[in-house]
């Protein structure tokens, strides 16, 4: 015999996280408990409810569509940001720069363990040289000095010529189009194909420069070339198998040049890299949009911390909030950042327990240094298997963030000295602090030789890419200067 009833405690855990309302906790089922027939009504109720709709089943075959499916995005103009030209200036030059810096900070110790850092360089507070080996997504120098970067900088200046290259375009209604994106990306490394070909020298070295700056948009074009084709099954499989088909934090990387050049237009933002996430998998997605959005609203001259995180809640135009059982994971890992710095917070000094310290705090503030443990020691309960996947990338930036309380110098300390894929998330902290304090407020002897470095020994200009950034958004009216601000 088939028993319907209904479990109330069942229920709660369930679905309260989604249904929690006002009303629904004044009821709190007295119906149920205080009128006796009522639960035989609901049960005789639900057994109908369901025997309809078994018999109201048909089968049906679904049709696959034979391209991607078009945007349903709907991305309106807005009301030009109005700026003065030094200061906008100031925000885009700090966002780029700020970005290099945590690159730059980050990429001694890339993925390197905490006690690993902890043995050749302490407690990390400024930019060191990189006494490692050249690979395609880390430095492109052996030993580079202190200011070099990595494959997170590269991508600021592969979007600046994306951005460029699109001009109107990038601008579209719907948002930037990922087909002009995917294309841009497969003629990159196209390009980088026909480089190597042409070298001609008996010595090794050549070879392996050429061989790695291809290497490193190899993966990118496997997937975006089926992509560029409207070949769903191609590009199914291959964005299964990028990085061995790890959620990663692709999208992540050029995300805050999208919020860059969508000034305090943050739903616009997220909408627009959302749409050039090609790269990523699940939530991943969700992730790239919120780091662009952040980005964007730091760009607001009246932009503050609540500004940005307010972001995090209020923009969901691809309704990730209702998703079924799980709600958004995005802002799971804001939660789980926001309890676990306020925890920390909480801490008094007779709560220290030195041995329990595990970083280098000698001669420094222990009650500060007994919170930084915690909150790594937190993290540290949540890690993925892969240092890149974009949950933990966005958890560790958000607490950081959250600690600090939007603190540059201190969120980069935070970020390198946790460890993992610490150039990354220091990169995207830094491009979101950077856009939020500007160039003048960044520490200036590191903003200056991270600019020095990249152009002279790199070849990336950081100031040359701000002024081309700047002529593009007042070309493109997303800024209107007014001097008199």
Request: overall charge negative; proline content about 5%; glycine content about 6%.
């Amino acid at each position: 015999m088939l028993k319907i009833g209904f479990d109330k405690d069942i229920f709660n855990a369930q679905y309260t996280p989604f249904l929690r309302t006002e009303r629904y906790n004044q009821l709190d089922f007295v119906l149920l408990k205080e009128i006796p027939n009522m639960r035989l009504f609901t049960n005789l109720y639900l057994f109908f409810a369901c025997c309809l709709f078994l018999l109201s089943c048909k089968e049906t075959t679904t049709t696959l569509p034979k391209t991607v499916p078009k945007s349903t995005i709907n991305n309106k103009p807005t009301t030009p940001l109005k700026i003065s030209k030094a200061l906008l200036k100031d925000k885009v030059l700090g966002m780029l720069v700020g970005s290099a810096i945590g690159d730059a900070m980050g990429a001694p110790t890339e993925m390197w363990q905490r006690e690993n850092i902890q043995t050749e360089y302490g407690f990390v507070q400024k930019l060191d040289k990189m006494v490692r080996a050249p690979s395609p997504e880390g430095t492109w120098q052996m030993n580079l000095p202190a200011g070099g970067t990595t494959d997170d900088t590269r991508w600021k200046g592969l979007l600046t010529d994306f951005i460029i290259e699109e001009g109107s375009d990038f601008y579209q209604q719907k948002g930037s189009n990922p087909y002009h994106f995917a294309e841009f990306i497969t003629k990159a490394y196209e390009a980088k194909i026909k480089a190597l070909k042409q070298v001609d020298s008996f010595a090794p070295t050549p070879y392996e420069a050429a061989l790695m700056e291809m290497s490193w948009l190899q993966e990118w074009a496997v997937v975006a070339k089926p992509f560029r084709e409207k070949d769903i099954e191609g590009y199914t499989y291959a964005l299964n198998h990028f990085y061995g088909g790890e959620p990663t934090c692709a999208g992540m990387l050029y995300a805050p040049m999208i919020g860059l050049v969508h000034p305090n237009e943050a739903t616009n933002a997220y909408q627009s890299a959302y749409r050039l996430g090609i790269f990523d998998l699940g939530y991943a997605r969700d992730i790239t949009g919120l780091t662009a959005a952040m980005t964007a609203a730091a760009m607001s001259p009246a932009a503050s911390p609540e500004s940005i995180l307010a972001t995090l809640r209020d923009i969901d135009p691809n309704g990730y909030f209702n998703s079924r059982l799980v709600g958004r994971s995005a802002h799971r890992f804001y939660k789980d950042a926001l309890y676990s710095v306020t925890a920390a917070k909480k801490m008094t000094r007779a709560d220290i327990d030195v041995d329990k310290i595990k970083l280098p705090y000698q001669g420094q503030d222990t009650l500060y240094f007994a919170q930084l443990q915690k909150l790594f020691d937190d993290l540290d309960a949540k890690n993925e298997d892969m240092a890149f996947h974009p949950g933990e990338i966005h958890q560790i930036n958000l607490t950081a963030l959250l600690f600090t309380g939007f603190d540059f110098q201190q969120s980069m300390e935070f970020v390198t000295n946790y460890g993992r894929d610490n150039d990354t998330v220091a990169a995207i902290t830094g491009a979101i602090l950077g856009a939020l304090h500007g160039y003048s407020n960044l520490p200036k002897e590191s903003a200056t030789l991270v600019l020095a470095v990249n152009k002279e020994q790199l070849g990336i200009d950081l100031e040359k890419m701000s002024e081309q950034l700047v002529a593009f958004m007042i070309a493109e009216q997303k800024v209107i200067i007014k001097e008199a601000l």
